[in-house]
């Protein structure tokens, strides 16, 4: 007697073999090891897959950004908390722009568009604590010094981590560095971009 005289049909009529059971958990365990490397990419914002065609358009943006931040001059050294609240209130708002145009750029894959959009809610984190920042001194508060958000769970700011996905994608103009978006009362510099 055969394993084959031992197979039961299936729902078809058909007797489903050794092999055949072999191959679908195969490709079955293929697919979780896939999904799971989606997801896990989906749920922490990054994934080592490539932006793809959406990089240009992203470095372009945050090139523009740079532009134009560097163009509103230095902040004058008598500046008060109003005035440089109402300096960081201008930044915010030119890089919220940037943020516009990077949303509708396309990866071109799922996994990529998945870190590409996590890097996005980075950004967006960022800028509600600058918005948070200059409420405060508005509020007549005045903070000591600011820290860029936490990553979760995590002591050092959320900016190392998107630095570090600008720099993997080789999005230059696109640190928080070069486009100063984690100075809030120091003198801003921009400095050159890196080709």
Known sequence: MTDLDLEQP?????????????????????????FAALIGGFAIG???????DAGPAVQDACVRAHGDLKAFGPIPDDADEIALADRV??????????????????????AGQAALNGWIADWDRLL???DAASAKVRGGE???????????????GIDGRMDEYARREILTA????VLEADNLDGIRTYRSIEE
């Open 128 to 130: 509600d604590a600058r």
């Open 142 to 156: 005045i903070p000591d010094t600011w820290l860029p958000p936490a990553v979760d769970g995590k002591v050092e």
């Open 174 to 177: 696109c640190t928080t560095d």
């Open 89 to 110: 209130d201008r930044e915010t708002t030119r890089l919220r722009e940037m943020l516009d145009e990077i949303r509708v750029a396309d990866a071109g894959n799922a």
């Open 10 to 34: 299936n729902s078809t009529g058909r007797t489903a073999t050794r092999g055949n059971r072999v191959a679908l958990a195969v490709i079955g365990v293929g697919f979780l090891a896939v």
């Open 46 to 52: 990054r994934s080592a897959e490539p932006i793809g």
